[in-house]
């Protein structure tokens, strides 16, 4: 079975370089712990994503393992990326929930093309011919050409599932890089779909500057970007380099843990940012989220 695999260590982003801010930040509103259904109800969405590290014959087929078995039924309407400059996705119809599903699968070790993504961390401003009406919005320069790579495709499959098989809703999922890709994704549905959208990612590097993450809270009410315990990745880049987080952040206290804390707000200093950067590791980021690997 494919799993949840990361690369940023092979680049030497630590936490002395990209970790938490010099200066601290100044929300700490009260966190709120989830309850066991709220933390089971993750778990789907973590399979959904962690099938897009399948094989494309496999996930066509939907026969990529624990994944799939977990999710019966789901109906593929494309696969895509070259598991390098443009990594995995795939879209779906998933007929439990009346659902098109778009998951993308994050960095891997296995092609050098997918960590230049991520190097390329220079922010640029939101590309308007996607997002018209957004002067101000800056993102991540590696982020934003990935996305751009797929995005009309993944319209496109996703207006064709709609129309296919009446779905109701639409689920936009990630992890690692993926993540970073899925928010992108998701504004830019956001502004073409009809549909309510709900937006799940793990382990969400932070992908633009504060006018950016104001966007996304405004855009994407309801966004979880789930982060586990001292995972450096959610805390790349730093916000000395004027990147920021938007809110949503579900932080897991410990590693294979039960407590799953809601943080209010943007970064959120009882949560990821608050974490001494001495403590960063890259281990946490491939998992387990509720349960998933």
């Known amino acids: 079975m494919a799993v949840f695999r990361v690369a940023f260590a092979v680049l030497g982003l630590s936490g002395a370089a990209f970790g938490a801010p010099l200066l601290p930040r100044k929300n700490t509103a009260p966190v709120t712990p989830l309850s066991t259904a709220q933390i089971s109800a993750i778990t789907p969405f973590a399979w959904m994503t962690n099938a897009a590290y399948c094989s494309y014959s496999a996930v066509m087929s939907w026969s990529c393992g624990s994944a799939c078995q977990a999710l019966p039924g789901m109906e593929v309407i494309l696969t895509g990326g070259d598991n390098g400059a443009t990594p995995d996705y795939y879209v779906a119809f998933y007929p439990a929930e009346s659902a098109i599903v778009v998951a993308h699968q994050g960095t891997t070790t296995d092609n050098i093309l997918s960590?230049?993504?991520?190097?390329?961390?220079?922010?640029?401003?939101?590309?308007?011919?996607?997002?018209?009406?957004?002067?101000?919005?800056?993102?991540?320069?590696?982020?934003?050409q990935t996305f751009e790579r797929s995005a009309s495709a993944i319209l496109g499959a996703v207006q064709s599932g709609i129309s296919t098989y009446g779905a109701s809703q639409l689920f936009v999922l990630g992890?690692?890089?993926?993540?970073?890709?899925?928010?992108?994704?998701?504004?830019?549905?956001h502004n073409?779909?009809?549909?309510?959208?709900?937006?799940?990612?793990?382990?969400?590097?932070?992908?633009?500057?504060?006018?950016f993450a104001n966007y996304v809270d405004s855009e994407l009410?309801?966004?979880?970007?789930?982060?586990?315990?001292?995972?450096?990745?959610?805390?790349?880049?730093?916000?000395?380099?004027?990147?920021?987080?938007?809110?949503?952040?579900?932080?897991?206290?410990?590693?294979?843990?039960?407590?799953?804390?809601?943080?209010?707000?943007?970064?959120?200093?009882?949560?990821?940012?608050?974490?001494?950067?001495?403590?960063?590791?890259?281990?946490?980021?491939?998992?387990?989220?509720?349960?998933?690997?």
Request: charged share 15%.
């Open 175 to 189: 992890h690692s890089l993926g993540a970073a890709v899925g928010l992108l994704d998701g504004l830019y549905l």
């Open 221 to 293: 009410a309801g966004l979880y970007h789930i982060v586990n315990d001292n995972d450096v990745v959610p805390r790349l880049p730093s916000t000395d380099f004027g990147y920021e987080q938007p809110s949503g952040e579900i932080f897991i206290t410990k590693v294979g843990g039960s407590i799953y804390d809601s943080c209010p707000g943007q970064e959120n200093y009882n949560c990821a940012i608050g974490i001494f950067f001495l403590d960063d590791s890259t281990s946490p980021h491939d998992g387990p989220y509720a349960g998933v690997m």
């Open 192 to 211: 073409h779909v009809n549909l309510p959208i709900t937006v799940r990612f793990f382990g969400l590097a932070r992908v633009g500057n504060q006018a």
């Open 115 to 144: 960590l230049l993504d991520d190097a390329e961390a220079i922010l640029v401003g939101l590309d308007q011919s996607y997002f018209p009406g957004t002067s101000g919005m800056e993102v991540h320069d590696g982020f934003q």
